[in-house]
Protein backbone atom coordinates (compact mmCIF):
# COMPACT_ATOMS: atom_id res chain seq x y z
CA UNK A 1 0.00 0.00 0.00
CA UNK A 2 3.38 2.44 0.53
CA UNK A 3 4.07 2.04 -3.49
CA UNK A 4 0.47 3.08 -4.33
CA UNK A 5 0.25 6.18 -2.21
CA UNK A 6 3.66 7.08 -3.37
CA UNK A 7 2.98 7.04 -7.25
CA UNK A 8 -0.31 8.57 -5.80
CA UNK A 9 1.62 11.37 -4.33
CA UNK A 10 4.01 11.69 -7.25
CA UNK A 11 1.54 11.87 -10.13
CA UNK A 12 -0.97 14.82 -8.21
CA UNK A 13 2.75 16.65 -7.63
CA UNK A 14 3.35 16.04 -11.21
CA UNK A 15 -0.22 17.13 -12.03
CA UNK A 16 -0.64 20.44 -10.23
CA UNK A 17 3.13 21.09 -11.46
CA UNK A 18 1.72 20.79 -14.79
CA UNK A 19 -1.73 22.96 -14.18
CA UNK A 20 0.50 25.48 -12.40
CA UNK A 21 2.23 26.05 -15.33
CA UNK A 22 -0.24 26.44 -17.57
CA UNK A 23 -1.92 28.73 -15.54
CA UNK A 24 1.24 30.43 -15.72
CA UNK A 25 1.21 30.67 -19.22
CA UNK A 26 -2.10 31.75 -20.10
CA UNK A 27 -2.02 34.92 -17.78
CA UNK A 28 1.61 35.84 -19.40
CA UNK A 29 -0.04 35.99 -22.82
CA UNK A 30 -3.06 37.81 -21.88
CA UNK A 31 -1.05 40.33 -20.35
CA UNK A 32 1.57 40.26 -22.88
CA UNK A 33 1.23 44.14 -24.79
CA UNK A 34 -0.37 44.00 -27.99
CA UNK A 35 1.72 46.02 -30.16
CA UNK A 36 4.91 44.28 -29.55
CA UNK A 37 5.59 43.37 -33.04
CA UNK A 38 4.44 46.45 -34.82
CA UNK A 39 6.32 48.43 -37.10
CA UNK A 40 7.34 51.82 -35.36
CA UNK A 41 8.42 54.76 -37.10
CA UNK A 42 12.33 54.44 -35.93
CA UNK A 43 12.59 51.31 -38.16
CA UNK A 44 14.17 51.49 -41.59
CA UNK A 45 14.94 54.69 -43.78
CA UNK A 46 12.93 57.76 -43.83
CA UNK A 47 13.26 60.89 -46.68
CA UNK A 48 11.08 63.54 -47.76
CA UNK A 49 9.66 63.49 -51.77
CA UNK A 50 7.23 65.21 -53.49
CA UNK A 51 4.48 63.10 -55.53
CA UNK A 52 5.01 63.12 -59.12
CA UNK A 53 2.74 60.25 -60.53
CA UNK A 54 -0.02 58.52 -58.80
CA UNK A 55 -1.56 55.91 -61.15
CA UNK A 56 -3.89 52.92 -60.78
CA UNK A 57 -3.47 50.07 -63.29
CA UNK A 58 -5.28 47.37 -65.14
CA UNK A 59 -5.23 45.19 -62.10
CA UNK A 60 -6.25 48.06 -59.63
CA UNK A 61 -3.00 48.69 -58.05
CA UNK A 62 -2.04 52.38 -57.33
CA UNK A 63 1.67 53.29 -57.87
CA UNK A 64 2.90 56.28 -56.69
CA UNK A 65 6.28 58.24 -58.57
CA UNK A 66 8.09 60.67 -56.29
CA UNK A 67 10.94 62.62 -56.22
CA UNK A 68 13.08 62.68 -53.44
CA UNK A 69 13.55 66.53 -52.00
CA UNK A 70 17.14 68.46 -51.84
CA UNK A 71 17.02 68.26 -47.95
CA UNK A 72 17.64 64.52 -47.90
CA UNK A 73 20.58 63.14 -47.98
CA UNK A 74 22.51 62.44 -51.42
CA UNK A 75 21.05 59.01 -51.79
CA UNK A 76 17.11 60.19 -51.64
CA UNK A 77 16.78 63.07 -53.83
CA UNK A 78 15.92 61.03 -57.24
CA UNK A 79 12.84 59.55 -58.55
CA UNK A 80 11.92 56.45 -56.73
CA UNK A 81 8.17 54.79 -57.45
CA UNK A 82 6.66 52.13 -54.84
CA UNK A 83 2.83 50.40 -54.75
CA UNK A 84 0.24 51.75 -52.67
CA UNK A 85 -1.48 49.58 -50.71
CA UNK A 86 -3.25 48.76 -47.64
CA UNK A 87 0.25 47.31 -45.86
CA UNK A 88 1.51 51.03 -45.90
CA UNK A 89 0.19 53.27 -42.82
CA UNK A 90 -0.78 56.52 -44.47
CA UNK A 91 -1.20 59.43 -42.17
CA UNK A 92 -2.06 62.99 -42.08
CA UNK A 93 -1.64 65.24 -39.20
CA UNK A 94 -2.00 61.83 -37.18
CA UNK A 95 -5.49 60.54 -38.77
CA UNK A 96 -5.79 57.71 -41.13
CA UNK A 97 -5.95 58.82 -45.05
CA UNK A 98 -5.98 56.03 -48.17
CA UNK A 99 -4.63 56.94 -51.25
CA UNK A 100 -7.62 59.27 -52.95
CA UNK A 101 -5.88 61.86 -50.60
CA UNK A 102 -2.99 62.01 -52.01
CA UNK A 103 -2.51 64.30 -55.30
CA UNK A 104 0.39 64.84 -57.26
CA UNK A 105 2.37 67.87 -56.34
CA UNK A 106 1.84 67.07 -52.60
CA UNK A 107 4.72 66.84 -50.38
CA UNK A 108 4.97 63.23 -47.97
CA UNK A 109 7.37 61.74 -45.69
CA UNK A 110 8.61 57.96 -46.77
CA UNK A 111 9.69 55.19 -44.60
CA UNK A 112 11.01 51.88 -45.91
CA UNK A 113 12.86 48.44 -44.95
CA UNK A 114 14.57 48.14 -48.01
CA UNK A 115 17.81 46.71 -47.53
CA UNK A 116 19.40 47.52 -50.90
CA UNK A 117 17.74 50.38 -53.33
CA UNK A 118 18.56 49.44 -56.74
CA UNK A 119 20.64 52.05 -58.81
CA UNK A 120 17.93 52.47 -61.72
CA UNK A 121 15.63 55.36 -62.32
CA UNK A 122 13.17 55.70 -60.77
CA UNK A 123 14.17 53.27 -58.15
CA UNK A 124 11.41 50.56 -56.90
CA UNK A 125 10.94 50.82 -53.20
CA UNK A 126 9.57 47.49 -51.91
CA UNK A 127 8.95 47.51 -48.41
CA UNK A 128 7.55 50.87 -48.04
CA UNK A 129 5.84 50.95 -44.26
CA UNK A 130 4.22 54.57 -43.51
CA UNK A 131 3.60 57.40 -45.75
CA UNK A 132 3.15 60.76 -43.71
CA UNK A 133 1.59 63.68 -45.81
CA UNK A 134 3.12 66.63 -44.84
CA UNK A 135 1.29 69.55 -46.71
CA UNK A 136 -1.53 69.42 -50.00
Known amino acids: MKIKQKVFIVIGLLL ?20 E ?25 FYIGVKGLERNNINYRGEFTFKADDSIDMTWKGEKIGISD ?18 ISPTPLEEVVKVQLIKD
Open 102 to 119: LKEGDTILITFNDEILIT
Open 16 to 35: IIGVSFAIVLIVRQKNMPKN
Open 37 to 61: LTVTESSGQTFYANIESIKQYNDGD
